[in-house]
């Protein structure tokens, strides 16, 4: 009979018990789990850290639409509101903040200025083409790096952005279109971007060659 009693009140600890080993593993997978997640993640931004500019996986864009500081020409360009650059001021005002002190800005005001090519005309769009040129010939390898994650800057981003550079070899290629100056835009670029990450790279090929075909359908227009 002792035995008995003995027996059922084993299997009774065994039973408590067991829930709370059960729960304890569990709990120690989750922990692992995301202990995995996080330093995974670190690693990520530890492996890219040695370059100055990181690949933009959230793009944030939301907290400048919010930011009372933010143009209103901006916002309504980004949101696809009604607008128009007949503000000579605060349009080239957009120009100037593609290299603005605030790094964390400027992929947003990227995305405005490509957004704002499709209204460019008269003086925005010399100022547009200069700015344009110049932004990508010294700011080679943040420009490649908005390219990174196509959820922020898409193919047609980069395609709107040859668009804009040649605007600027029309203009001030004008008398030598028969010089190689696209070509020699292009090798600078390449030349910049040495310490920039293969996709990067891939990037600043891609314009080259989309800059290439824009140039060639424009002299042919000019035949």
Known sequence: MKLTVIIILTFGLLSCNNPT?????????????LVHID???????????????????????????????TPKLAKDIYLDKEWNLNNDNEALALLDSLTAKDKN?????????????????????????????????NNTQEFASYFDNKQCH????????????IMEFSISGEGSYDKPIVDDYIKKLKSNCKNCSTTQNETINKFGLTLKEKWDEFLKQTE
């Open 39 to 69: 330093s995974f993640y670190i690693d990520e931004n530890e492996i890219k850290g040695g370059s100055e500019y990181k690949e933009f996986y959230d793009c944030d864009f939301d907290k400048f639409v919010n930011d009372a500081k």
């Open 21 to 33: 080993d059960k729960n304890s593993v569990d709990n120690k997978t989750a922990k692992d789990s």
């Open 105 to 137: 800005s400027r992929p947003f005001y990227f995305k405005v200025v490509t957004k704002s090519e499709k209204k460019s005309d008269g003086y925005y769009s010399e100022g547009l083409g200069y700015a344009g040129y110049n932004y990508v010939l």
């Open 154 to 165: 898409t193919d047609n981003d980069l395609a709107t952005w040859a668009d804009i550079v």
